[in-house]
Antibody
């Protein structure tokens, strides 16, 4: 069964840092580009970042560029999102998602991990 | 990059057909055949329903279909069922630095 399991969310003060982890199983992780997408409470989805299957190419939303870093360890089937200089507006549920190979669509999503930025 | 525009809500009776629109620009929907549609039930993760405008992933009912005309994409749900009640989001690849943009979301209610 294809599965993505996020962890690392929690309560952090503004300006603080947090690292999210996404453990992948049931598919060839190294063959798939991966993304982080967030959803603020009661609101819609917002793309955060994407990394190529090899990890050589990364892309970020303007709202997180320079503050968040996406990375992956294909030997551990794990995706990461290092978040720093966190702001109140970064409060959201963060989902990791895999791309359907050969497409620009995310076909499997994790259950999400919640990040709350508050003093 | 602004979010794609969707109606806030759409409703229909069981068995009816409904269509959800998703309006973007020539930099996203109009420029690429990379439109996706996601279904999200409360408290759950999004589920891919349509990719590349009109393709259904394995396991998705053929009651769901997608299309595109110019800068607007559409999702049609035919033979509406109670289990279709959920939020639906469109998404598109974009030529801007944003790369991917989602729609504002549409709440589908089965009357």
């Amino acid at each position: 069964e294809v599965q993505l399991l996020e962890s690392g969310g929690g309560l952090v003060q503004p300006g603080g840092s947090l690292r999210l982890t996404c453990a992948a199983s049931g598919f060839t992780f190294s063959a798939c580009a991966m993304s982080w997408v967030r959803q603020t409470p009661g609101k819609g989805l917002a793309w955060v970042s994407t990394i190529s299957n090899s990890g050589s190419d990364t892309y970020y939303a303007d709202s997180v560029k320079g503050r968040f870093t996406i990375s992956r360890d294909n030997s551990k089937n794990t995706l990461y999102l290092q978040m720093s200089s966190l702001r109140v507006e970064d409060t959201a549920t963060y989902y990791c998602a895999k791309f359907l190979p050969g497409t620009r669509s995310m076909d499997v999503w994790g259950q999400g991990t919640t990040v709350t930025v508050s003093s | 990059q602004s979010a794609l525009t969707q109606p806030a809500s759409v409703s229909g009776s069981p068995g009816q057909s409904i269509t959800i629109s998703c309006t973007g620009t020539s930099s996203d929907i109009g420029g690429y055949n990379y439109v996706s549609w996601y279904q999200q039930h409360p408290g759950k993760a999004p589920k891919l329903m349509i990719y590349e405008v009109s393709n259904r992933p394995s396991g998705v009912s053929n009651r769901f279909s997608g299309s595109k005309s110019g800068n607007t994409a559409s999702l049609t749900i035919s033979g509406l069922q109670a289990e279709d009640e959920a939020d639906y989001y469109c998404s598109s690849y974009t030529s801007t630095t944003t790369r991917y943009v989602f729609g504002t979301g549409t709440k589908v209610t089965v009357l």
